[in-house]
């Protein structure tokens, strides 16, 4: 099972890096006239890819390194990965967080002392919510976070995620 797992990460990835190739070749084929608009839209659609690609490749890397699907991963300056968490529909804000902070506490806390630093924020405040759910129902969400000083800071909005890059 693991093994399926591991190739169906694979063909995200190897899929998303198609993606970039070929947006970037179709970008290059604009003609030099080519309307602002038109420019915009290409470098729109380039930087989604670029994005959907880092997102297949950190979720190899995590599961490389943890053997699951969902898992946290310390690396240089910055945590990365996903958490995947049973959420009752319609529970309340405060419940919602409680249970994020309960998940994922742990791991983050581990990753911290990985890198030898110590939390800023709440484990929640890491996390961001992907649409949808997975196939067993549970809400998945992205961690992020990067070493600041001794500190280790969410990274979730767009602008740490700008300044990840």
């Not at 599961?63 to 309340?92: M, Q, W």
């Amino acid at each position: 099972m693991t093994d399926d797992v591991r190739k169906e990460l694979e063909a995200r990835k190897n899929a998303a890096e198609a993606e970039v190739v070929r947006l970037r070749a179709e970008h290059k084929k604009l003609p030099e006239g080519a309307g602002r608009s038109e420019q915009r839209q290409a470098s729109a659609a380039r930087e989604a890819a670029k994005e959907k690609l880092e997102a297949a490749t950190n979720a190899l890397r995590v599961f490389d390194k943890t053997g699951n699907e969902h898992g946290l991963v310390a690396e240089e300056d910055r945590v990365f990965g996903t958490v995947a968490i049973k959420l009752a529909p319609g529970i309340s804000q405060d419940a919602r967080v409680r249970a994020i902070d309960d998940a994922l506490a742990e791991q983050l806390t581990a990753a911290a002392n990985e890198l030898g630093v110590v939390l800023s924020a709440a484990p929640s405040r890491y996390t961001r919510e992907r649409p949808g759910r997975d196939a067993e129902g549970r809400t998945v969400l992205e961690v992020a976070g990067r070493v600041e000083s001794d500190l280790l800071t969410p990274a979730v909005s767009r602008g740490a995620k700008l300044r990840r890059s």
